[in-house]
Structures are given as structure tokens and as C-alpha cells.
């Protein structure tokens, strides 16, 4: 009867896995249609969570069930539990079981630490295994002698405090807690098989997160300078903002010149056409998606592939290589004389003559293929069930299955980060003006209806994330480190907003050339393999931490 269980449950990891990542990067860039996307991503596994009935609280329920795993990596690194109160600012005594995982290959019994931990952020922190194995945190383990560390955030993969994902029973979810979860976890942890005390402050503690966690772990600094000895934000999103265009901006430049020009030519037709009424059906046609009533989830599917340029990991082992097929098949000869991809974008010689006297860019007929062969095709009911976003009752769903709920439940109350064209729509772009804010946070009012104990505010507030520091935020061994076409660049400290900082051993500021999101946190098994850029920032990162360990005096002893 277990060995069944567990064998279920083995397979519901690994496909949960993967989903979650990429629904986590849909949500990121995008509202509602986000979401719809992310259901068809998922249809599958939510069919089969469905047969099992008690999905995520299988274990939390009885913590001794141990699951056998089927890969190396996670029976080196099984389960652990940590107690955390749901509320760390009430007296009630409610607890959940907070999931971490470590990695004891380098650390010898007696030398004290230290403790390198990262921030599972806003997914499952399985998916956080691999930088506990060959990434960020085995790199500094090994290179200081310390225990590494992966901690789930509170409400992801396993941490769950809750039996569903309601208004009211999201509201443990927010910064204030999981700051206190984490500070709780250093001060308090015991580490299996490990008897010495290594809680902070006793242990220099180096506290690493990507992304949103990135963002963490310089408000770790900020907020627990006696516990985080040493923080490293990467690709942290320290400033939150409404209207986040500028994440379009980056791909805009930094992509392919003429992929971008064909992107931007598309875009002003498909604007100009959907406000001719006899041309708009059918260039909505041309998509799939003539019988998708509103013209904002229209453009919004069409966003769809830009959000893989996030998806580009140095490793291949892991990137996605996404981004530059779809590139590539936008430029696909269609006109029965190749040359003509060689001529400015919209030049006659690549005009498709079209019904009703409309013509167009033949990259655009190619982008209109693309849609309907990798998304369109997904939906096997009708295109306003799969794609409109506009019927409430499809985002009022609060099981345990619709991770969706969570960062997005984040995002809409106190991180913002919603995409939107640029405010000026003459401005160049890749996306469509009918991309508004009101557009890409309406699903803020959709789906989270008002509880008892909590009310999602209309709009997120953000000022308690900004006033943290902001662009500034700046401590004594934080290190701030951003990739340089990273779209979520303008929301950090290497902003072009942002004033330019030193770059020093007790405050790094590095910025990693042509990389995306967070590369410094991936790593390979030898890092002498590791591309040039990686090598480097990895080789910088391990000078840093080890000067900064010099410096550690336990409280006791200063
Ligand atoms: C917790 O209990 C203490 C003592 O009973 C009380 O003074 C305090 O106001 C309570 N705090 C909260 C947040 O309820
Ligand atoms: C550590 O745990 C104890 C209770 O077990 C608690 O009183 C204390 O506040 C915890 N430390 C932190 C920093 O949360
Ligand atoms: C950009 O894309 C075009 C067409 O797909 C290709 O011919 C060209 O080599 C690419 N440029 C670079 C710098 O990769
Ligand atoms: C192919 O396109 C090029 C560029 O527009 C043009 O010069 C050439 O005449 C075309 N060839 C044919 C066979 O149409
Ligand atoms: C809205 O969606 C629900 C199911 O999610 C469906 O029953 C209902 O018919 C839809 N309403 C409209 C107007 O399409
Ligand atoms: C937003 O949050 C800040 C600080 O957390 C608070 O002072 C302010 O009153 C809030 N604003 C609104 C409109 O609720
Ligand atoms: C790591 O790779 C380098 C370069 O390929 C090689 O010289 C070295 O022997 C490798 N180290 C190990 C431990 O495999």
C-alpha cells in the first residue's frame, strides 16, 4: 500500500517539476491569459492530481511517509521538515511543516560552517535541487567547507499551511511572514545527522536567491543584519513597480535586429488592422482566433512567445532555445523567392496579398502560424474557453491544484510587476497598445473575491517593498549581481534608472554580459567547463564570500 503511494507520488514530482516552473514564468509576464495558459500547460497534470485526490498534503499530513525517489539527486538530498507558525504575529499556536533539502558533502564535523542557503522563491523548491547539486549552492559548499541549503517558501511545492488557496486563506502569504519564516530557520534549525549548533547568529549564515528570491535575500539583509551575515541578490527584483513596459524593452533590443523589426512592423499592423472593423475578423482568422471576442485577449496570446527570451539559460542542459525558433520561423521563406528576407521589413516585394485588398509583411502571416500551430492547436474547446479571459467564474478556483493562485496572489498585492506596452504608444515596441495595465492586473479583481479576514486591494501596494531600498537597497557584504539583458534588469539595482555603484569586495555589484535571469546560479559538475562569463562570476563569488568569512566573529566571542 505505501510502495503505491509513493510510486504515484514519485511521478506526480516529476511532472509537477516542470509544469511549475513554466507556469511560474507565465505568470510572471503575464494577467489572466497567464492563467489560461497555464491551464493548458497543465491539463494533464491537473486531470491526474484530480485521480489522486490529496495532492500536496499527502505529506505534510504524516511527515514520516518517506518517499523513494527515482533519481540520484534526491536520494542525496531527501525531505526535511522545519515547524513555522502560519501567523508570526499572532498567538496562535498553528503550525505547518516548512520543506527544506541540504547538502553536507563538504562540510566536516567541528569547523563551524558556514550555511549557504537559497531561497526556493516562488515555485516548488524541488525545482531548486539542481543549484544544490551543481549549482550556486554546491559551488559556495565547496568552496568554503560549509552545509548547503535549499529552504521552500511558505505556500510552494510542500509548504503549505492551507487545505485551499481562498482569499482568506492566502493572507499568511506575504513578505512579512516569509522573512520570518527564514529568520525563524536560521536561528532555530537542526540539521540532521549534524549535532553541533549551526544556527545564526553563532554561524555565518550567506543567504542566496534568484529572481523574487533575489529580492529576498537583500531584504533578509535589510531586515535581519544580526541573523544574514551575508547576502547574495540575483537578478533581485528589489524595486516593484505597476507598469513594467521596460521588460519588453530589454528583449526589444537585445534580441536578433531583424526579428525585433519584424516584431515591431507586426505589431503596428495588427494594431492598425483591429481598428478596421471588416479587417478585423479577418486578421484574427489568420491567427485561429476569429471567434475570440475581445480584441486585449487577442494580442495578449500573441505576447505569448516574447516570454521565452526569460526561458535562455547559458547551460543547454537546461536553456530554452525557444525564443530563436521562433525567431527563426518568422523569417521563413514563404513567397517562393528567398532573398526577399534580405529587404527592410514591409518593403513591397515581402507583401502577401491578402482578400479585402490587405497586405502584409509575409514575417507577420509567419508569426500568425506560429500562434496557431503552438497554442491554438492546445485547445480542444472553443478558443474563448481556452483563451478569453473575461468570465469570472474560470478563475474563482481555489484547490490545492491551482498554483497559479500564489504568486500571482503576490503580485497583486504588494509586487505589481504587470506587463504593459510602453506608455507612449508611439513609442517603438513589440507589444500591442491594447496591452494596458487596467488589461494585465484585472485578474487581481477577478480572482480573489473578498473574504472574511482579507480584502485584495484593487491595485498592489508597493511601497512597503520600495522602501526597503529600492533601487538603492545597499548593506556591508550584499552583493547585488544582474544579468545584462535580463528583462527584469530595470527592476533592480542595475536598472538604468538606478544610480551607478562601485563594485567592491564588501559591496559587489557585478553585471553578467549577454546573460538573462539569474545565470550565475546555475553551474556544471566541474566549473572549468563552465562558459568564460560563468566561470568568472563564479570565480568573483567565492572570492567574496571567502574574504567575507574572515571577517566572522561570533557574537559570544566579540
Ligand atoms: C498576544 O498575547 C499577549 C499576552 O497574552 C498580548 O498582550 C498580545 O496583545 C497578544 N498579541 C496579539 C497579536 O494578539
Ligand atoms: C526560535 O524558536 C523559539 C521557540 O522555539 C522562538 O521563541 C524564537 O522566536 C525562535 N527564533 C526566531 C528568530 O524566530
Ligand atoms: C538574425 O536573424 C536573421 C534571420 O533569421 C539571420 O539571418 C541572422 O544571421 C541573425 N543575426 C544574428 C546576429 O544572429
Ligand atoms: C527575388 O527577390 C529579389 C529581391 O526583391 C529580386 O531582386 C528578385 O528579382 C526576385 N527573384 C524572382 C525570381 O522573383
Ligand atoms: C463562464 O464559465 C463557466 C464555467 O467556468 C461556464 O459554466 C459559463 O457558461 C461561462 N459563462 C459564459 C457567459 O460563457
Ligand atoms: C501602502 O503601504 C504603506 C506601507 O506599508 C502604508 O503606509 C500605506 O498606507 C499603504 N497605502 C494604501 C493606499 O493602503
Ligand atoms: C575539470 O575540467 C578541467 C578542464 O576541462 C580539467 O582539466 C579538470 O581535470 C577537471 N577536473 C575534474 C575534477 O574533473
Known sequence: MRLAVALLSSTLLLTANAASASGADYIRAYGAQGVNLWRLANRERIKERHISQRPALVVQDNSNIVFKADTEESNEFPD???????????????????????????????????????????TSGEDRIPFLDTGIVEILAKATGGVGVVLEHRYYGKSVPVPDFSTDNLRWLNNDQAAADSARFMSNVTFPGIHEDLTAPNTPWIYYGGSYAGARAAHMKILYPDLVYGA????????????????????????????????EHATLAIDALLGVPYAKRYLKSLFGLEDLAH??????????????????????????????QFCAFLDKPILGNDSVS?????????????PGGIELDFSILNYAQYIKENFVSQCDTSVEDCFGTYNDSNFLATGLDQE?????????????????????????????????????????????????????????NITAVNALGDFAIAADRLAIIDGEVDP?????????????REDTILQPFKIIPNAVHHYDEYGLKNISNEPKDIRKIHGEMIVFVMEWLKGFKAPSSR
Open 80 to 122: 526535511q521538515w522545519f515547524t513555522q507558525p502560519i501567523d508570526h504575529f499572532s498567538n496562535s499556536s498553528d503550525t505547518f511543516k516548512q520543506r527544506y533539502w541540504i547538502n553536507t558533502r563538504h562540510y566536516t564535523p567541528g569547523s563551524g560552517g558556514p550555511v549557504i542557503v537559497l531561497d526556493g522563491g516562488e
Open 232 to 263: 547574495i541578490a540575483s537578478s533581485g527584483v528589489t524595486h516593484a513597480t505597476l507598469s513594467n513596459w521596460e521588460y519588453y524593452e530589454i528583449i526589444r533590443n537585445a534580441a536578433n535586429h531583424t526579428c525585433a523589426r519584424q516584431l
Open 295 to 324: 480584441d486585449d485577449d487577442f494580442i495578449s496570446v500573441l505576447e505569448t512567445p516574447l516570454g521565452y527570451w526569460q526561458a535562455k539559460v547559458w547551460d543547454p542542459a537546461v536553456g530554452s532555445t525557444k525564443f530563436d
Open 342 to 354: 534580405s529587404l527592410p521589413v514591409g518593403h513591397e516585394d515581402r507583401l502577401v496579398h491578402l
Open 404 to 460: 497559479w493562485r500564489l504568486w500571482l496572489f503576490q503580485v497583486c498585492t504588494e509586487w505589481g510587476f504587470f506587463s504593459t506596452a510602453p506608455p507612449d504608444p508611439a513609442y517603438p515596441r513589440i507589444v500591442s497598445k491594447l496591452l494596458t495595465l487596467e488589461y494585465s492586473s484585472k485578474i487581481c479583481r477577478q480572482a480573489y473575491p473578498a473574504g472574511k479576514h482579507f480584502v485584495v486591494p484593487p491595485m498592489p
Open 488 to 500: 527584469w534588469r530595470p527592476c533592480t539595482p542595475h536598472s538604468d534608472y538606478a544610480a551607478d
